[in-house]
């Protein structure tokens, strides 16, 4: 049995335990850089949006740049909704920490209204909205993507609620407005109905609208301007391999923090043993998807199809393609295999670094060649297969730059809000007991709901 830390052992109600954020010092060498690459990130950006606007193939890397991001740091917080949908006290130390990415997810909307407008009209090209009216895709998909990042947001405040709102005698003495932004917090017993209910709530949403604006994001960005790409297992791979990145990004996170910050002693191999579990699952679905979607098109053997996987695939974006296999399946899938490395964390993370690259890549060979087709009206009918779109100086700073960017943005939101949800872990300290067992220890839960 891999043993919780003691020190979440250690917590009580009274006095109660109430984390900090982090302390980010700006002056630190590597914040510095964050920073100088921050600033390259947004100028990158600037030149486009300025200089560049509506040039779909200019947007080309920006765009998979942006799915990247919705398939990391975005679905980071589905970590924090699966351990309490599942009652997992394994995920307690990690659920604030994977929450907190909802914050740099913010920047995929300033992605999204460029990308968007560089879209050619739906009439004449296979589209997933049937030539509906309404401002499609441009309305529907920015409105999803508000709702969805706004329901991230929502989950995050009122999570964090409990943790940072005064006391009751100071509250009263707060104006009206933030009185309301606090939720009139007193800790009442049915405040804390009403706010595990909005939790629960707030993560489900979150889930389906994730697989809602991947779905419609993949098939727009994607699929339907390469001619002869259609894969109705797509969407499903997209969302899978996000769940499979958002828990690597997690993983990272987690082991940074132990690391380097003094709420590192309530974090330990607990939390490794459970999340390498299903990283594992997530590794395998990846494989199945991907070989799903191939076999259809290797025994139907369709002119447009074929070209799409030689152009995805085996010829065109070979090189990008095993670099995510190594990245996303292979070796992801050798390490985790082995309880060495699935049950300790800091031995994890180098499999989340490599699931994390083997993503950049992935994203690059699916949405660059679709944003740089050279006629998405068209249906394949033979011919040579278009050359590949490698990035150039411009492409590679905004790429780092928009790392630099959700690092400090996660940095900024660290240093702010609580690392721990105080609350739940005072909860499951009282919960869970370590009790002598034959020649070993065994965990005893309490789990009254």
């Known amino acids: 049995m891999v043993k919780p830390e003691h020190a979440a052992f250690g917590l009580s109600l009274r006095p109660p335990f109430r984390p900090s954020a982090v302390h980010v010092n700006r002056r630190h060498l590597a914040v510095a850089a964050l920073g100088l690459l921050g600033i390259v990130g947004v100028v990158t950006y600037a030149m486009r949006l300025f200089g560049a606007w509506g040039d779909r193939h200019a947007w080309a890397y920006p765009a998979a740049m942006m799915m990247v991001l919705l398939s990391s740091v975005a679905t980071a917080p589905l970590l924090a909704f699966a351990s309490r949908a599942t009652r997992g006290y394994w995920g307690l130390p990690a659920r604030r920490a994977a929450e907190l990415f909802i914050i740099p997810s913010l920047l995929v909307y300033a992605l999204l209204i460029p990308v968007l407008a560089t879209l050619p009209p739906l009439q004449g090209r296979a589209?997933?909205?049937?030539?509906?009216?309404?401002?499609?895709?441009?309305?529907?998909?920015?409105?999803?993507?508000?709702?969805?990042?706004?329901?991230?947001?929502?989950?995050?405040?009122?999570?964090?609620?409990?943790?940072?709102?005064?006391?009751?005698?100071?509250?009263?003495?707060?104006?009206?407005?933030?009185?309301?932004?606090?939720?009139?917090?007193?800790?009442?017993?049915?405040?804390?109905?009403?706010?595990?209910?909005?939790?629960?709530?707030?993560?489900?949403?979150?889930?389906m609208l994730y697989v809602f604006v991947q779905m419609i994001l993949s098939t727009d960005i994607g699929q339907s301007l390469l001619p002869g790409w259609r894969s109705g297992v797509f969407p499903v791979y997209c969302a899978v391999s996000g769940i499979q990145s958002g828990l690597a990004v997690t993983v990272i996170t987690?082991?940074?923090?132990?690391?380097?910050?003094?709420?590192?002693?309530?974090?330990?191999?607990?939390?490794?043993?459970?999340?390498?579990?299903?990283?594992?699952?997530?590794?395998?679905?990846?494989?199945?998807?991907?070989?799903?979607?191939?076999?259809?098109?290797?025994?139907?053997?369709?002119?447009?199809?074929?070209?799409?996987?030689?152009?995805?695939?085996?010829?065109?974006?070979?090189?990008?393609?095993?670099?995510?296999?190594?990245?996303?399946?292979?070796?992801?899938?050798?390490?985790?295999?082995?309880?060495?490395?699935?049950?300790?964390?800091?031995?994890?993370?180098?499999?989340?670094?490599?699931?994390?690259?083997?993503?950049?890549?992935?994203r690059i060979r699916l949405f660059v060649p679709s944003m740089t087709s050279a006629d998405p009206f068209g249906h394949y009918e033979g011919g040579p297969l278009p050359g590949p779109v490698w990035p150039n100086a411009v492409d590679v700073l905004f790429i780092l730059g928009w790392i630099a960017l959700v690092a400090l943005a996660y940095l900024w939101a660290a240093s702010r809000v609580p690392m721990l949800v105080g609350w739940e872990m005072r909860e499951a300290a009282l919960l869970r007991r370590e009790a002598p067992f034959v020649r070993g220890h065994v965990l005893i839960l309490g789990k009254p709901d």
């Not at 999803?144 to 009263?172: H, I, K, N």
């Open 254 to 362: 987690i082991a940074l923090l132990k690391k380097y910050s003094a709420l590192g002693r309530f974090i330990g191999d607990e939390q490794a043993v459970s999340i390498g579990k299903i990283m594992l699952g997530t590794t395998l679905m990846w494989i199945y998807n991907f070989w799903s979607d191939f076999m259809l098109v290797w025994y139907a053997r369709l002119p447009g199809e074929v070209a799409a996987i030689q152009v995805l695939v085996a010829i065109v974006y070979k090189a990008s393609f095993l670099v995510a296999l190594f990245g996303m399946f292979l070796i992801p899938f050798v390490g985790l295999i082995f309880n060495p490395v699935r049950r300790r964390l800091m031995r994890l993370r180098w499999i989340a670094v490599s699931i994390l690259v083997g993503l950049v890549f992935d």
């Open 127 to 207: 589209n997933l909205w049937f030539n509906f009216g309404g401002g499609a895709p441009f309305v529907p998909e920015a409105l999803a993507m508000a709702v969805f990042l706004l329901t991230g947001l929502a989950l995050l405040w009122v999570s964090a609620v409990p943790d940072v709102a005064p006391p009751p005698s100071e509250l009263r003495l707060l104006p009206a407005w933030k009185r309301a932004l606090y939720l009139n917090w007193s800790g009442t017993r049915r405040q804390w109905q009403a706010l595990r209910a909005a939790i629960k709530v707030l993560g489900a949403f979150y889930l």
